[in-house]
Structure formats: structure tokens, C-alpha cells
């Protein structure tokens, strides 16, 4: 019965009108989560948001046509995998759209049950975890060419000893597989760096030592999508203006630029890994040299999608066509002259934790009135993410990663 589903639905035809589509799309407490919601709900596209929490920003949305709640898969990824599986048997969709790690790489090792319901057009979980394999990445970005920070795999004590011998202080200390900065830890003295270790993989699971690139320079990321024959359908670096945290942390403030050798080197090193679907490659300019170094590659979609869409690169939309067409013409102009804003919760974090808050706070002011400037949240067009995102502050606090309420048992509402 498995395998007659899925010859069904790898023969069904491409859906040519959005509304007799749906898409069920998890994360949407996340910026990304709600970027996805609109890109494709905007264009009638009929949207299920699922989410851990009880009040996420997403359900809020004017486009989101239906609302599921799963367990966490951090904790439960049976139960999530079988709240998704169940929700994608009672309802036809087209597409579910997992969007990070945690929800894609449970879904990933279910991946035949996944697809007798719906098209899950990812690589599967072997390729997945490698790509966001950070000491693996490394290694790949060498082989391309890529300068790449030293690095070392540390397993024991004399590890930590080996790495200290050839790095200087301070180190960074890392998780090798984590999602964003979770786990990140700059260590400035030795007799800190193997505790540190042990705390990080007391949580996060085997750990790296890398050296230390100085901040200074910016970061920047190139976001991109490639076919199933590894060839980008669109590539966009995004430079990170302001972040939080506001040394080093996901962008507060972004901008599209136009820096074509950077875009280069970021697909060189995907097709090196035999990439397909989207991807996002790091990269930090040390400001010793102004050289780019790169810092890892993100399996899967990023939190900022806002600054591809508004630099007219709507990455969700793209991804949609792609998954039900097969293929689609190659994305290669985009706007530099507007930015994307996370006022709610990064950019205000960021002013409000800003070690140079006076050096930056009429920027930040200006902001609210520039009309090149686009904010995530708020938007008029559509305002209820706003009253959800205020909603959540309140019962899980500004920093819902630190206080947060759970829903454990999935609910369709």
C-alpha cells in the first residue's frame, strides 16, 4: 500500500492553482517560521501552521488557514513525527515544509512514510546531518579552496591540550552539530577550555575547538537554493548589519549586497557536497585582513528569510515551485537598497544589550522611519503577529529559549 502511495504522488502533476493547494509549514513561532506563512499565503496558497507552542507568532497571521500543535522534538520526535504523520493523513497537502534541524531531521528518517502523504522534497537524513556536521563542513570548505578557521575535534583531555598548543586564546568552543549559535562559547582561558567542553557536550553532543576570528569585521550569509542537480536557482548574500547578541548572533538588521566572489565560493563548496534545496553558508570578514573566512553551512532554511524577500528574492515561494514543478529558471538579479528588520525580539535586544548602545542608537532610531527599512513584525499588511508576539512575551517571557511553556500533546485546532 506504501509503495502504490507513492507512485501516486510522484506521478500527480503540478498543481497550477494556488488555492486547491495546502502546505503545512512547522516552526511558526520562528521569524522564518512566519516569513514562510506569508510568502506563500499571500499568493493563495493555503497555509497549515504547526508550532510546539500554544501562542505562536504564525497562528496569528491572517494567512494561516489552519493551526496544529506537536510535541517537542527535541524531547518526543516519535510523538512529533507521529502528530505530522497523522495530521498529513486526515488532510491532503502538497507540501509540509519543515524549516529547522529540529523539525526536519526526524521527519528526514521517517522520510517514506513521510512521502506516501505529501512531497518532502529534502535530501535525505545522512546528507542532512552531514551538512550541518560543522567539523565535516570545514574540511569540505578547505578541499574548495575556502579559507576556513583551525580546527580540532576534541574527544579527551589531551584533545584540548593538542588544540591549545597551536591556537592562541581566547578559543571558541562548539558543538559539532547545533543549530545557529546554541552551545557557541568564546573561552579566554586555558583552564577553562576542557569544563567548557564538558558542559557543551553534556548537552549538545561531540564538540570542536576552533580558532578565534576577531570581531570587527561583518558577517555575512549567502542564502541559497539549489536544484536537485545541485545548481543554485537563486544565491543572495545577506550582510548582518546589527545582531543579537551583538557581537556575534542571527541578524537584528540584514541587507542584501551584491559581492559575486563570495556567492561563488558558497556554491562551490554546496556543489562540492552534492547539495539540493536550500542551504546557508557563513561567513565572517576578519578584520586583520578583510579577508572572508567561512564559519559553517546551515542545512536548511535560516531564520532571515524577510531579507531575501524584500530584496525580491522570495525564497519560500521559489522553494514551492521547485518541489511541485521539478525545477525552476534561475533567480540572479536583487534589490540592494532595502533591509529587513527583526524589531521584535532581536533589534531590541540588540539596543538594549548593545556594548556601544551610543554609537549606533540614532541608526537604530532612524530606522522606524526609513522607507527602505521593512520590519517582520509589524506589519500593516499583516497585523496579527504583532498581538501574538506580544501575547507570548508575556506568558513565556522576552527570551522564550530561556521561559518557555510547552504544549506536549498534539491538538488540531
Not at 506521478?11 to 506563512?37: E, F, K, N
Not at 519543515?98 to 506516501?116: D, S
Not at 580558532?211 to 545577506?238: H, K, Q
Not at 501574538?388 to 530561556?402: E, M, Q, T, V, W
Request: charged share 25%.
Amino acid at each position: 500500500m506504501l509503495q502504490r502511495d507513492e507512485a501516486r504522488r510522484v506521478v500527480r502533476p503540478a498543481v497550477s492553482h494556488h488555492m486547491d493547494t495546502w502546505v503545512l509549514v512547522t516552526d511558526a513561532q520562528s521569524r522564518g517560521g512566519l516569513s514562510t506563512i506569508r510568502s506563500l499565503g499571500s499568493k493563495g496558497i493555503r497555509i497549515a501552521a504547526a508550532d510546539i507552542d500554544r501562542i505562536s507568532i504564525g497562528f496569528f497571521s491572517r494567512y494561516c488557514a489552519r493551526r496544529l500543535h506537536y510535541p517537542d522534538p527535541a524531547h518526543d520526535a516519535n510523538g512529533y513525527c507521529a502528530a505530522i504523520i497523522n495530521e498529513l493523513g486526515r488532510h491532503r497537502y502538497d507540501l509540509v515544509m519543515p524549516l529547522f534541524e529540529g523539525t526536519m531531521f526526524p521527519l528526514a528518517r521517517r522520510r517514506r512514510e513521510v512521502e506516501a502523504l505529501a512531497r518532502f522534497p529534502f535530501l535525505d537524513y545522512d546528507r542532512l546531518a552531514a551538512g550541518g556536521d560543522k567539523a565535516q563542513a570545514v574540511e569540505v570548505a578547505h578541499s574548495c579552496g575556502l579559507r576556513t578557521p583551525v580546527t580540532f575535534e576534541i574527544e579527551q583531555e589531551s584533545d584540548v591540550e593538542r588544540s591549545l598548543a597551536q591556537l592562541p586564546l581566547p578559543v571558541i568552543v562548539r558543538p559539532r552539530t547545533s543549530a545557529g549559535s546554541k552551545g557557541l562559547h568564546r573561552v579566554e582561558h586555558a583552564d577553562k577550555v576542557w569544563t567548557t567542553c564538558e558542559q557543551v557536550r553534556r548537552y549538545f553532543g561531540p564538540v570542536i575547538i576552533q580558532e578565534y576570528i576577531p570581531w570587527g569585521g561583518f558577517t555575512y550569509d549567502v542564502d541559497i537554493l539549489m536544484n536537485r542537480d545541485s545548481l543554485p536557482r537563486a544565491a543572495v548574500v545577506c550582510k548582518r548589519i546589527r545582531t543579537f547578541p551583538a557581537m556575534a548572533g542571527p541578524t537584528a538588521l540584514g541587507q542584501a549586497v551584491h559581492w559575486p566572489e563570495l556567492a561563488d565560493m558558497a556554491v562551490s563548496l554546496l556543489q562540492r557536497m552534492h547539495w539540493a534545496g536550500p542551504a546557508e553558508v557563513e561567513f565572517r570578514v576578519d578584520p586583520r585582513d578583510n579577508s572572508p573566512v567561512f564559519m559553517e553551512v546551515n542545512p536548511r532554511f535560516w531564520g532571515s528569510l524577510h531579507t531575501g524577500i524584500v530584496a525580491g528574492v522570495d525564497f519560500p515561494y521559489l522553494f514551492y515551485r521547485m518541489a511541485l514543478d521539478g525545477d525552476i529558471p534561475p533567480v540572479t538579479n536583487y534589490r540592494t537598497d532595502t533591509r529587513a528588520r527583526y524589531l521584535f525580539t532581536q533589534d531590541l535586544l540588540c539596543m538594549a544589550t548593545h556594548p556601544r548602545r551610543r554609537t549606533i542608537v540614532r541608526a537604530w532610531l532612524h530606522d522606524f522611519v526609513d522607507p527602505h527599512t521593512s520590519a517582520l513584525i509589524p506589519s500593516w499588511r499583516d497585523p496579527g503577529p504583532l498581538l501574538g508576539k506580544c501575547l507570548a512575551s508575556l506568558i513565556y517571557g522576552i527570551r522564550p529559549d530561556r521561559r518557555r511553556l510547552r504544549l506536549r500533546r498534539a491538538v488540531t485546532v
